[in-house]
């Protein structure tokens, strides 16, 4: 599976609640950035440093992060 491809299905799945901040964190991490546009990789690492940075169950301003995201790794930017 190609790396836009994990992060998407794992963003997906965090926005339906059906992981948690650790775990899309992990998650994004272990797939890395390999293969991705630089606006894709740039865009991950600021939902990656966001994450590092909120508690676990916070979401709030980080869903319309991951929403933002997701859109770019979408497109392909």
């Known amino acids: 599976m190609r790396t ?24 994004i991490e272990e797939s890395g950035a390999e293969g991705l546009a630089p606006g894709q990789a740039e865009a991950l690492a600021e939902l990656v440093g966001r994450l590092a940075r909120t508690q676990p169950g916070e979401r709030g301003e980080l869903e319309m992060l991951a929403r933002e995201t997701l859109e770019v790794m979408a497109l392909g930017e």
């Open 4 to 27: 836009d491809d994990r992060v998407i299905r794992l963003i997906s799945r965090w926005l339906g609640r059906h992981i948690g901040n650790a775990e899309l964190r992990r998650g």
